[in-house]
C-alpha cells in the first residue's frame, strides 16, 4: 500500500503507528506541563509539544490516554473538555 492510500483510510489522516507515538508522547508530556485547578489547556499542550492542534485534538478524541493523578481534563479554550479523567 502506498503512503497515499493509508493517508486518505477512513480510520483517520494519520497512519494508526504514528497514532500510538503520538498518543506515548502526549501521556508523558502530561506530566510536566502546568495544571491549573486540575485542568490542563489545549493551548498550553500545543505550545509545549509543538504538534498541530487538530492531531491532538484527534490523538485525545480516539486514542486511549492515561491521564496522570494531577490531571482531572484536558480542556480547549471555550471550555470544551477534550479527555477527562
Avoid at 483517520?12 to 485547578?37: H, S
Avoid at 484527534?58 to 494531577?70: R, S
Amino acid at each position: 500500500m502506498e503512503i497515499e492510500e493509508q493517508l486518505s483510510a477512513p480510520d483517520g489522516a494519520y497512519l494508526p503507528d504514528a497514532m500510538q507515538n503520538y498518543a506515548r508522547a502526549l501521556e508523558k508530556m502530561l506530566n510536566e506541563i502546568p495544571v491549573v485547578n486540575g485542568a490542563v489547556d489545549l493551548e498550553t499542550l500545543w505550545l509545549e509539544s509543538a504538534l498541530p492542534r487538530d492531531l491532538i485534538t484527534e490523538v485525545l478524541e480516539k486514542m486511549e490516554i492515561t491521564l496522570p493523578a494531577h490531571v482531572e481534563k484536558i480542556v480547549q479554550r471555550d471550555g470544551r473538555v477534550l479527555r477527562a479523567r
